[in-house]
Each structure stands twice: as structure tokens, then as C-alpha cells.
């Protein structure tokens, strides 16, 4: 029986390339989205497409609080399985400390924080059936902050200490890890006129590149299937946080 994976925010960028390179490796994928409704049929079309009745979709905006609960009665019947939960959707929006405020305090740590946590708690479950496994999508600016971005560092900080934290609380039947993605796919966010803001960009790293988001769906991949590894947060960046 071919494993299930749900992936949140799995419409766009990271989120689609986790969702094809694990298709392409036999999974059955579930693919949440929030609002990104044309790309996330696209995707399912190409998927199933490809091997019938491999994915489906759901939808829910995850930062308010009964979308975990609804992940649970309403995204997975009682007796349907689930070995993955990865959580990729995330917000990123600039927040000097002179321009906080509660809307957008509340914004990013439901959705970057709360919502992982309570639909780990939700779905675990249903994760220990299967002795399952969690990869919540962190960033390296959780171990290293980027100015203007207070609020933004501080969530993915408490993510990946939610990821330690939940490894030690879910063990031995569901085992939780993190990817701490660097540069991915900035050159295309940039056009010909920022070449000198992405040669400053590359100055700081040692591979002298940006990854992508194969980079991550492979690290995602060796997550899910090494059964021996849990509590780790995988930096993926280049070298950049080493230089």
C-alpha cells in the first residue's frame, strides 16, 4: 500500500516540488492550500494524471484555530492512513520593530507557529498508526535573524524549537525533524536591475549559488525514509550560516 503524505502550502515553490518528487517516488499525496486554489488543481491534475487517484486536495486557511481540528474529522476519514505530515505553508513579510504590530504579530505566529503545533497534536493520532513522521519547514533566519524580519526570525526560532521539542514528546512512534532552507530560487524573485543585490547575496555564501527546491524535497525525501533520525534540523544553505 503506497505511503500518504500531507503536505500544507504544497500549491507553489517548495511546497509543489516536495509534492512531485515524493509522487515520484510512489507516494499518495494529500495537498493543502490556502488560497492558491488554480495552481493547486493544476498540480493535482499533473499528479494524478500521471498515476490515477494519487492525490486529492484540501483547503483551510491554517492560522485560524479550528483548521486543526478540521484536518483531523474532516481532510482524513477513520480509517484512512497517514505516514507524513509535512508542514511547509508559511507567511514572510517584513516587520521593523518601529512598524509591529498585533495584526501582523498574530498573522505570522499563527500560521508559521501555532498551526504546525496544533496540527501535529491533531494528526498524531493518526501519525502513530503508521509510526509516522513529521518535517516542519523551518528557514535559517530561525538561527540567524534578518533585519526587519523580528517577527518572521522569532517564528521560525519557535519552530524549530517545536521540532526538538515534539521529537522528544512523540517518541518512539512518530519522529519530527526540520529543514532550515537558505537562498532558494532568488534569482528568479529578481529582475536584470537587482543583479547587484544577488552578487551580494552570493558574496555570503561559499557555494557561490542559491539552492532550490529540489534541494529541499531531497533532504525532505531522506526525512521521511531514514527511520533512525529525529530531533535534527538539516540547514540547507550553502554554507552560508558557516561563513
Same mark, same amino acid.
Given at each position: 500500500?503506497?505511503?500518504?503524505?500531507?503536505?500544507?502550502?504544497?500549491? #507553489?515553490?517548495?511546497?509543489?516540488?516536495?509534492?512531485?518528487?515524493?509522487?515520484?517516488? *510512489?507516494?499518495?499525496?494529500?495537498?493543502? =492550500?490556502?488560497?492558491?486554489?488554480?495552481?493547486?488543481? #493544476?498540480?493535482?491534475? #499533473?499528479?494524478?494524471?500521471?498515476?490515477?487517484?494519487?492525490?486529492?486536495?484540501?483547503? *483551510?486557511?491554517?492560522? @485560524?484555530?479550528?483548521?486543526?481540528?478540521?484536518?483531523?474529522?474532516?481532510?482524513?476519514?477513520?480509517?484512512?492512513?497517514?505516514?507524513?505530515?509535512?508542514? /511547509?505553508?508559511?507567511?514572510?513579510?517584513?516587520?521593523?520593530?518601529?512598524?509591529?504590530?498585533?495584526?501582523?504579530?498574530?498573522?505570522?505566529?499563527?500560521?508559521?507557529?501555532?498551526?504546525?503545533?496544533?496540527?501535529?497534536?491533531?494528526?498524531?493520532?493518526?501519525?502513530?498508526?503508521?509510526?509516522?513522521?513529521?518535517?516542519?519547514?523551518?528557514?535559517? @533566519?530561525? #538561527?540567524?535573524?534578518?533585519?526587519? =524580519?523580528?517577527?518572521?526570525?522569532?517564528?521560525?526560532?519557535?519552530?524549530?524549537?517545536?521540532?526538538?521539542?515534539?521529537?522528544?514528546?512523540?517518541?518512539?512512534?512518530?519522529?519530527? /525533524?526540520?529543514?532550515?532552507?537558505?537562498?532558494?530560487?532568488?534569482?528568479?524573485?529578481?529582475?536584470?536591475?537587482?543583479?547587484?543585490?544577488?552578487?551580494?547575496?552570493?558574496?555570503?555564501?561559499?557555494?557561490?549559488?542559491?539552492?532550490?527546491?529540489?534541494?529541499?524535497?531531497?533532504?525532505?525525501? =531522506?526525512?521521511?525514509?531514514?527511520? =533512525?533520525?529525529?530531533?535534527?534540523?538539516?540547514?540547507?544553505?550553502? *554554507?552560508?550560516?558557516?561563513?
Amino acid at each position: 500500500m503506497a505511503k500518504v503524505a500531507l503536505i500544507t502550502g504544497a500549491a #507553489q515553490r517548495i511546497g509543489s516540488e516536495i509534492a512531485r518528487h515524493f509522487h515520484a517516488q *510512489g507516494w499518495n499525496l494529500v495537498l493543502h =492550500y490556502r488560497t492558491s486554489e488554480a495552481q493547486a488543481q #493544476q498540480l493535482c491534475r #499533473q499528479l494524478n494524471n500521471t498515476r490515477a487517484e494519487s492525490a486529492r486536495l484540501v483547503q *483551510g486557511d491554517i492560522s @485560524y484555530p479550528d483548521c486543526s481540528e478540521q484536518a483531523r474529522t474532516n481532510w482524513f476519514k477513520s480509517d484512512q492512513r497517514l505516514d507524513l505530515l509535512i508542514n /511547509n505553508a508559511a507567511v514572510f513579510s517584513a516587520s521593523p520593530l518601529s512598524e509591529i504590530d498585533l495584526a501582523h504579530w498574530e498573522d505570522t505566529l499563527n500560521t508559521n507557529v501555532r498551526a504546525p503545533l496544533f496540527l501535529c497534536q491533531s494528526l498524531a493520532p493518526i501519525l502513530k498508526r503508521s509510526t509516522g513522521s513529521i518535517i516542519n519547514i523551518a528557514d535559517v @533566519y530561525g #538561527q540567524q535573524p534578518l533585519r526587519h =524580519y523580528v517577527v518572521y526570525s522569532i517564528s521560525k526560532a519557535g519552530l524549530v524549537m517545536m521540532t526538538r521539542s515534539l521529537a522528544l514528546e512523540l517518541a518512539p512512534q512518530i519522529r519530527v /525533524n526540520a529543514i532550515s532552507p537558505g537562498a532558494i530560487l532568488q534569482p528568479s524573485k529578481h529582475s536584470s536591475g537587482d543583479t547587484a543585490l544577488v552578487d551580494s547575496m552570493l558574496e555570503k555564501i561559499p557555494l557561490k549559488r542559491t539552492g532550490n527546491a529540489s534541494d529541499i524535497a531531497m533532504v525532505a525525501f =531522506y526525512l521521511a525514509t531514514n527511520t =533512525y533520525v529525529t530531533g535534527q534540523v538539516i540547514t540547507i544553505d550553502g *554554507g552560508r550560516l558557516i561563513s
